[in-house]
């Protein structure tokens, strides 16, 4: 009995000090932003973030995100680039519990159509979805741990997507023999050839433990 008391004092104890610290975190609050540049060019790398992108009907860049005191982003803009990482003050009781609702672990941005030279969007253990929209340039899209879903593409010149433990799908603008085909797809099945000369423009497509399905939409 002398011995299960003190148990119990610490592990009684222990709970409330890792309460205590996980329970420092400031509510999530909603935040926006808006361009007041030119912007040709955006590079998203967050994490544990869905991406959601729509269109904009004023021809400026906007976002959505919610963020607090021990997640939150860095955004910047640097010349006509326009920036947006993850950052995080957390200790390492912070990782104990759940993960934020849904709604905090969300970003929708909103581009203008056939403006955009580049776009590059990565994050981990959720998903990106695209809208039908146009770049002049490349679309590059990555998840580790989510699903690329996509209306239709259309790339000035590379396209390229990359996923593990996540599908593929979605359809380009353009038809089958207007591009060059690099496909690497391990644990899973495409409708794509794993290499295809010719083109004038590039599909990369790399998944591990996913299905591809591409469709080819002629303009």
């Not at 860095?74 to 104990?96: F, H, N």
């Not at 695209?130 to 593409?153: C, D």
């Not at 085909?181 to 290499?195: A, C, H, T, Y």
Request: proline share 2%.
């Amino acid at each position: 009995m002398r011995k299960i008391i003190p148990l119990v004092l610490c592990l009684a104890l222990g709970s409330f000090v890792l309460s205590g610290c996980a329970s420092d975190s400031e509510p999530f609050v909603e935040k926006s932003y808006t361009s007041d540049t030119q912007i040709n060019e955006i590079h998203l790398d967050v994490q544990d973030r869905e991406i959601e992108v729509s269109l904009s009907e004023d021809e400026q860049v906007h976002m959505q995100y919610a963020e607090n005191n021990k997640e939150y982003y860095d955004i910047s803009v640097s010349g006509t680039v326009l920036t947006m990482t993850s950052a995080s003050d957390k200790a390492w009781t912070d990782y104990i519990g759940g993960k934020p609702a849904a709604e905090n672990r969300k970003i929708l941005l909103q581009i203008p159509n056939a403006l955009l030279e580049n776009l590059t969007l990565a994050t981990t253990n959720e998903d990106i979805t695209l809208s039908a929209l146009a770049v002049t340039g490349r679309i590059s899209l990555s998840s580790n741990g989510g699903n690329i879903a996509f209306g239709t593409l259309d790339v000035g010149d590379t396209l390229t997507l990359n996923v593990k433990n996540g599908t593929i799908s979605g359809a380009v603008a353009g038809s089958y023999d207007d591009f060059a085909i690099q496909s690497e797809v391990k644990k899973g099945e495409s409708n794509l050839p794993d290499q295809k000369d010719g083109g004038e423009k590039t599909l990369h497509i790399s998944c591990n433990n996913g299905d591809v399905e591409i469709t080819f939409v002629g303009k």
